[in-house]
């Protein structure tokens, strides 16, 4: 994948602690693919937590039927 210079503002201490760095973009890059895992593990957290019911709902409709199942 091709890479994109960009002009972003941060606070200064952030700026002093990446001027300081001999690869600012990489750890940039990598706080920002730290920053998608968790920000894609909340949203899957939610769905899971929102769709926990009807789970539930469908294990108990469907619990007897398993039971009946032979192996």
């Given at each position: 994948m091709g890479k994109v210079k960009m002009t972003i503002s941060v606070p200064e201490d952030t700026a002093l602690y990446l001027r300081a760095k001999p690869n600012a973009s990489a750890v940039v890059a990598e706080s920002v693919?730290?920053?998608r895992t968790r920000e894609l593990e909340r949203e899957l957290?939610?769905?899971y937590r929102e769709d926990a019911n009807e789970a539930e709902e469908l294990n108990r409709e469907w619990?007897?039927?398993d039971s009946e199942v032979e192996d």
């Open positions: 693919e730290i920053y957290e939610v769905a619990q007897g039927a």
